[in-house]
């Protein structure tokens, strides 16, 4: 290998420093740990701060002032692309004080009210619709057996499977039944061993879901193991 420049062997033993000072949460918290987390939510502030302001702050509002000049932005045009902008974030900005706070309610509640469209728009049309199709794509032979190759008992068996989990998991969540006077939903007996399948159904996608969470944690543990192995026999090997 070749030797470390100043640059890698400086990089290799801040990163391992900061390794070990996240690690040392395993003993307790402390002010190393502290110090790491502090450090990263700042540089990631930071970096946010600084994508914002390239990306969407200085072209959005102040490039048009030097590349317009003052008859473009007193043209009718510039109202709802400059002027209306600098005015819901001159109102944002009467939040910072209590005395003003009141004033900003209006861009918050846009700023709150498109996001909250993204994120619903979003999930019905990138999330629920697809897999709705994709479940009932599932049932359907012509379409599952060309790419998995199942076919006669074992394609029965997994239609079945998809079929009882999604009914299951869906009865389980009933919004709008009627409760008896001790809490519990007013269900028939045949509905009440439904919504008991699809607890057990939630429950093992539940138990997946952690135990992959807990796997790419101990791979990364071991990432982190690894590095800091390698980067003790660079520095103490030189190379």
Do not use: C
Request: charged share 10%; aromatic share 10%; net charge neutral.
């Amino acid at each position: 290998m070749a030797e470390l420049s100043i640059i890698d062997l400086l990089g290799t033993i801040i990163a391992a420093l900061l390794t070990v000072m996240v690690l040392s949460y395993l003993l307790r918290d402390n002010f190393l740990f502290r110090f790491a987390v502090y450090l990263f939510i700042g540089a990631a502030s930071g970096y946010a701060g600084s994508i914002a302001w390239h990306n969407v702050l200085k072209p959005g509002l102040i490039d048009p002032f030097f590349s317009q000049g003052l008859a473009g932005i007193l043209d009718s045009s510039s109202i709802t692309t400059l002027i209306v902008p600098w005015l819901l974030v001159i109102t944002l900005l009467l939040k910072i004080s209590p005395l003003t706070s009141r004033y900003g309610g209006l861009p918050l509640a846009l700023l709150v009210g498109v996001g909250a469209a993204v994120v619903v728009g979003g999930a019905i049309t990138g999330t629920l619709i697809p897999q709705s199709l994709a479940s009932m794509d599932s049932l359907n032979p012509s379409e599952v057996a060309p790419l998995t190759g199942e076919t006669g008992f074992e394609r029965v068996i997994n239609v079945l499977i998809m079929l009882v989990g999604t009914v299951s998991t869906l009865s389980y969540f009933r919004f709008s039944t009627r409760r008896a006077p001790s809490g519990r939903a007013d269900l028939s007996p045949l509905m009440e061993w439904v919504s008991i399948v699809g607890r057990l159904f939630i429950a093992v996608t539940f138990g997946v879901m952690y135990a992959g969470a807990l796997s790419a944690t101990i791979v990364i543990l071991a990432e982190r193991l690894q590095f800091l192995w390698s980067a003790v026999s660079s520095l103490i090997t030189g190379s």
